[in-house]
Every structure is written in C-alpha cells, then in structure tokens.
C-alpha cells in the first residue's frame, strides 16, 4: 500500500506572519493539531499542538508571537509514492508522529500520520515484507506493527 493511499490530502498551509493564538484558532476550528508554516509549497516548519504546550504555553511566550519562535524546523518528509511500511519506519526513526508527503514534483500532496498507517491499512498487510540488498545477498525482513502483534496476541490469549 503507497502513502498516497491513506494520506490526508487536505493540508492547511498557515503563514509565518501568523500568532501562536491563530494557529490555536485553526487547530481548535479544524480539529488538527499539525500545521505546516511556509509560503505556497515552500515549507519552513512545522507547528504542533505540542509546538505550543512546550514552547509558548510552559514558557509563557505571548500568544499574539510569531509561530515562527515556536515552529519546528528540519521538516520530516516522504514521498507519496512510498510505501507505508517505509513511512512507518521513517516516522519510528526520526520519532515523530507525521510526515509531510510530497508529489513527485516536489509540491506538498499530503500529511501521513502514525494512526494513518495503523488504522487505513488493510488487514491483509498484517505482514509487511520487503527485500533490500546487502553485501550482494538478499534478506527478507517482515515487520509486524506493535498495534497488529497487540491484536494477534490478544487473539491468540482467547483462542
């Protein structure tokens, strides 16, 4: 299954002229907690609601500052046309809980997050098996998500 698959493709881009209270205001209107900051397809950072608990709330930064003083910067990304088992190791790697997808052209196509990837895939990809070369031998590695291992474990304790 590819990220462009279970991705969200509706993506609110805020500018970084605006406060820490209107992406509050965004956040709280659309039931997101994840907003790109950048201009047209040009992505500065990230601002998350965990953005704003630790760095303006915590700290008692004003509200009415930039979301550039709390915005996080070294965006994550993949590309739509990966696979989701990729993006989930990606996500697992750089420990967040979202990825900012990009087309083929560069351009923002989406948001995948964490729950996306445990919750859109199909019970037919409780295995996910890919293949990588190293040192001109091939090895097959199955990952088994600790969500799906959960639910096979707790399967196997009733049975």
């Excluded at 969200?8 to 002229?17: A, F, G, W």
């Excluded at 739509?80 to 993006?87: H, I, N, S, T, Y």
């Amino acid at each position: 299954m590819l990220v462009k698959d279970i991705m969200t493709k509706e993506v609110i881009l805020i500018p970084p002229s605006f406060t820490i209270q209107q992406a509050v205001d965004v956040m709280n209107k659309t039931g997101r907690h994840f907003l790109p900051v950048g201009k047209h397809d040009q992505i500065l950072g990230v601002v998350t609601k965990s953005d704003i608990d630790t760095r303006a709330i915590a700290t008692g930064l004003s509200l009415n500052s930039s979301v550039c003083n709390i915005f996080t910067n070294g965006v994550r990304y993949c590309f739509e046309e990966e696979d989701v088992v990729r993006a989930k190791l990606m996500m697992k790697k750089w420990k967040v809980k979202r990825l900012i997808v990009l087309n083929k052209n560069i351009s923002i196509a989406g948001i995948v997050s964490l729950t996306d990837t445990l919750s859109k895939t199909n019970t037919h990809s409780l295995i996910n098996s890919f293949r990588y070369n190293i040192f001109g031998a091939t090895k097959e590695i199955k990952i088994l998500s600790a969500y799906h291992a959960r639910k096979l474990s707790e399967h196997h304790k009733r049975g």
